[in-house]
């Protein structure tokens, strides 16, 4: 039953606007030994793609109007007024040494677009920047413990490691301007990564998991720190065939506003957010799941600009996420 039930989801994407671009961070649990539904021993290799679009602007809870770039008082600035498509392709080792240790490897591609204009008084004048890429993105090496004492249809366990600085943080927007710091492939910094998890089968078919996870930088490049990130998680998975599993997670998210001295690095970025995401899962073979997630937002709440702009960040109000997942 385990094996038939992986259970995998989606990144879900909180980005910025007026002169800020964007940053993505996963909000959906997709650590299948805190669910309950792991394999006790060797190799899982887990391929991932997710797609979210940002671009409605959102101060505070509520949504607002778009930015015009022939704002007389935008004139010459950046007017993150149009969107920021973040897509990603991950790769998930994930090597169980037995049933209590194991460590998680997360390779991630990064494909982003992003396009704003150039404010200028003259609508004819008002130009668009535009830039996309895929690079290689922050890497994660994450540990995860389940407590001895913990028995076959219920677990608890801590999850414990590092997001390292492998992805590239000096991509240019445009020739000799930088694009803003949370929309490069990396952060530069060395992130710290701690979690705990329960979970508890149910009648043999099903099951409920709850999971927490924070995480920090503890070394930065350039002064630039991301803002922390807090993620709360409770889902359930039902059988509703031998082949077919059902899969609901609730996801909430917190993080906090960047911060730093780099010329690039903007303050008004970070929020919280409530998301609900129904899923399904469908054994191909014994070892071999594929998947498909949809993320909708329950709540979003985007810090408002410190220095006292009107102008929300970008957010998107959806996500999506198809995979396939292979046991050895």
């Known amino acids: 039953m385990r094996r038939e039930l992986l259970f995998v989801t989606l990144f879900s994407v909180a980005t910025t606007a007026y002169a800020g671009c964007g940053s993505s961070f996963c909000a959906v649990n997709t650590h299948w030994d805190t669910q309950g539904l792991g394999h006790d021993e060797g190799l899982r290799i887990d391929m991932r793609y997710s797609y979210a679009k940002a671009d409605a602007p959102r101060v505070g809870a509520g949504k607002v109007a778009k930015p015009l770039a022939s704002d007389p008082n935008l004139a010459g600035a ?45 609508p004819a ?19 995860h413990y389940k407590m001895a ?51 508890q089968e149910v009648g043999g078919i099903g099951g409920w998991f709850v999971s927490t996870q924070v995480q920090t930088a503890i070394a930065l ?28 997670q609730l996801n909430a998210m917190y993080k906090k506003a960047d911060s730093g001295t780099a010329l690039n690095m903007n303050p008004h970025t970070g929020g919280r957010s409530l998301n609900l995401s129904p899923g399904v899962s469908v054994a191909l073979a014994k070892r071999t799941n594929i998947y498909s997630f949809v993320q909708f937002s329950l709540y979003q709440y985007a810090n408002p600009d410190p220095n006292g702009s009107p102008y929300g960040q970008l957010t998107a109000p959806w996500s999506l996420s198809l995979g396939m997942s292979h046991s050895y």
């Open 78 to 122: 950046e007017v993150e007024n149009q969107r920021t498509i973040n897509q990603t392709l991950n790769m998930d080792l994930d090597y169980a040494l037995n049933a209590q240790w194991g460590v998680a490897l997360d390779l991630p591609l990064v494909m982003r677009d992003h396009s704003h204009q150039i404010g200028d008084a003259n």
């Open 125 to 143: 004048l008002v130009t668009t920047a535009q830039k996309s890429f895929s690079e290689l993105g922050d890497v994660r090496v994450v540990g």
């Open 149 to 199: 004492d913990s028995d076959s249809h219920a677990g608890s366990g801590i999850r414990a490691g590092l997001k390292l600085p492998t992805g590239k943080t000096n991509l240019d927007m445009v020739p000799g301007t930088l694009m803003e710091a949370g929309l490069q492939p990396g952060s530069g910094s060395t992130d710290a990564v701690l979690g705990a998890y329960h979970y």
């Open 221 to 248: 490049k350039n002064d630039y720190r991301p803002g922390d990130e807090l993620a709360i998680d409770v889902g359930a998975h039902y059988g509703l065939s031998q082949q077919v599993t059902g899969l609901l």
